[in-house]
């Protein structure tokens, strides 16, 4: 494993490595950074992946972190430095000469740009056909030195104005493309084989390889953006660019910018994230259920031990369950947040007495029932909950106010003086009546009501956004991702 040049020194690259971890969320202490510099003496930098696998036993402590520290891993410890060796000695049998530094495929010196990118791809086709990643990790690398350059070319030019991009090197490239081709090659393959073949098995073979190449393609594309990064890492330094380009965890990604893809992650978390939520909140229960000291108690069975008092007694609770009921907010521009919360919530559901959960985008309905019977795919719930319960009227935007005041007339009796309520959304009222009056009824009538707000408070109260009136009246939180979200229900929530 070639080191990256910056930092020289082994210990300063660990620690840069460790502080752009905890930069991210990971909560790595003396002790682990100890452990970790002990697994380098031990292996040191010979097999590159025994070192990734050592540091990480070493670092990492909870689930959803291995993305983080495998991206920031791929910085700090590269597999090489400047040009991948097939650039500087020249792609492919037949491809030209592009070692003279790192020309793009828009150089005019270049030879052939159109043949450089054809024998790319027709290398590329035949890794994805032989699903040879070492293949595709070189070519990844040839991808990026060819089509990957923007900015200055020399030395001159201002800083920052150099850098190496995959969005850049995967548009001129396609891989996307390729998946016709592959699917021929490898049912070329196949077919060379001989015998009678079955049927059935063709018609798996037909619905299953198209999922597995575009697979592999995605794989692919993630090599793209290592090289691509490790290659900004060299002209902009490693802590710089492991800070910004790395992609945060998934309890750490807001839930307004999450894609759909990082939104399916989050997902994966939830039920993690409920055990650890259902461990805190028992050992609360159980903290509270013991009570404060009773003073006369404890005097009377100090006589027996000469007024010492070595056995305390405590006024014993027995604390009930709290009731929890959801007001959710599943218009488009919230609707991942309100999704997540309500799927956490449900796989919390044994501690608390009694869940229900409302629905609105301008009308307001219970879908406790769609939550509970559409458990089995957690990707399609706003989707049911949209299709299936009456939260639209005659319009398809957010009326907070309308469905305040339909949840107080209508569904007030879901709540208690025993009852907690979480209200979703971003407060955003498209300019009508916010419809205090209503807050305020559900106010004086449950034992307490928060406000999770996803949106940052600098932004509560621009545009359309009715926060401020609403968190004169109840409490307002920002959560802005899971990890957030998590704090928040361990702290407040009561037991």
């Not at 793209?224 to 309890?251: I, L, M």
């Amino acid at each position: 494993m070639t080191g990256s040049g910056e930092p020289a020194d082994l210990s300063a690259r660990l620690t840069g490595f460790v502080r752009t971890l905890r930069g991210h969320g990971l909560r790595i202490g003396p002790a682990e950074t100890v452990d970790a510099a002990a697994v380098l003496d031990v292996l040191g930098l010979a097999e590159r992946e025994q070192v990734r696998a050592g540091l990480a036993a070493a670092l990492l402590r909870t689930d959803g972190q291995r993305g983080v520290f495998d991206a920031t891993f791929d910085l700090f410890f590269p597999l090489g430095v400047g040009d991948p060796e097939a650039v500087r000695r020249g792609a492919g049998p037949d491809a030209p000469d592009i070692a003279e530094g790192s020309r793009t495929a828009s150089d005019p010196a270049d030879p052939d740009p159109a043949a450089l990118r054809e024998d790319l791809r027709a290398r590329l086709a035949a890794a994805l056909a032989a699903d040879d990643l070492a293949a595709q990790a070189r070519l990844a690398g040839e991808a990026v030195a060819v089509f990957g350059r923007y900015g200055t070319t020399g030395g001159a030019g201002s800083p920052g104005t150099d850098g190496w991009s995959a969005y850049q090197t995967l548009g001129r490239l396609a891989p996307e493309t390729l998946l016709a081709r592959v699917l021929a090659a490898l049912r070329a393959g196949a077919g060379s084989g001989g015998g009678a073949g079955d049927a059935a098995g063709a018609d798996l073979a037909d619905r299953v390889l198209p999922d597995e190449i575009r697979r592999r393609i995605q794989g692919f594309r993630a090599m793209v953006a290592t090289e691509a990064r490790r290659r900004a890492a060299e002209v902009r330094g490693t802590e710089r660019v492991a800070e910004r380009a790395v992609a945060p965890s998934p309890d750490r990604i807001d839930f307004l910018a999450a894609g759909r893809d990082q939104l399916a992650e989050l997902r994966r978390t939830v039920h993690p994230l409920a055990r650890k939520l259902a461990t805190r909140l028992a050992a609360r229960r159980r903290r509270a259920a013991r009570g404060r000291i009773d003073l006369r108690r404890t005097l009377r069975r100090s006589l027996s031990t000469g007024g010492v008092p070595l056995r305390p007694a405590y006024r014993l609770r027995r604390p009930a369950r709290p009731e929890l009921v959801l007001l959710c907010d599943v218009s488009g521009s919230v609707a991942g947040f309100a999704d997540f919360t309500m799927l956490l919530v449900q796989a919390m559901r044994d501690q608390f007495s009694k869940v229900r959960v409302f629905a609105f985008v301008n009308r307001t309905a219970e879908v406790t029932d769609l939550l509970t019977r559409g458990g089995g795919d957690p990707a399609s719930l706003a989707r049911r909950i949209l299709t299936e319960a009456k939260v639209m009227g005659y319009h398809g935007n957010s009326d907070y106010g309308s469905a305040l005041g339909e949840f107080a007339e209508r569904h007030l009796d879901a709540v208690g003086p025993r009852t907690s309520v979480l209200i979703l959304g971003d407060a955003r009222n498209n300019h009508r009546d916010p419809n205090l009056p209503a807050l305020h009824r559900i106010a004086a009538r449950a034992r307490r009501v928060y406000w999770l707000n996803p949106e940052q408070p600098a932004l509560w109260g621009t545009g359309d956004s009715a926060a401020p009136a609403y968190a004169e009246a109840v409490e307002m939180h920002s959560c802005r991702n899971a990890r957030r979200l998590g704090e928040f229900i361990a702290r407040l929530l009561p037991v």
